[in-house]
């Protein structure tokens, strides 16, 4: 959805607004209200954008960060 290699949506390369401690910032903020105690266990940067898998204790799941806009 957001890679900006291989995606269907491809956009223009660049600088990115967000780097991987800043997005992770913007997930961080995102779990609080959506699964409280969740922590980031994983990070993984991607071409234009991130992905963290969370959880309390084991993985819970996975959520993307967008590079350019920080849209989760």
Do not use: C
């Amino acid at each position: 959805m957001w890679n900006t290699r291989f995606g269907v949506g491809r956009t223009p390369t660049g600088d990115t607004g967000y780097d991987l401690a800043g997005a992770q910032k913007l997930a961080e903020n995102f779990l609080t209200g959506y699964l409280p105690e969740a922590q980031i266990q994983e990070s993984h940067a991607m071409p234009g954008y991130y992905t963290f898998d969370f959880g309390r204790n084991d993985t819970k799941g996975m959520l993307s960060v967008n590079a350019f806009s920080g849209h989760i």
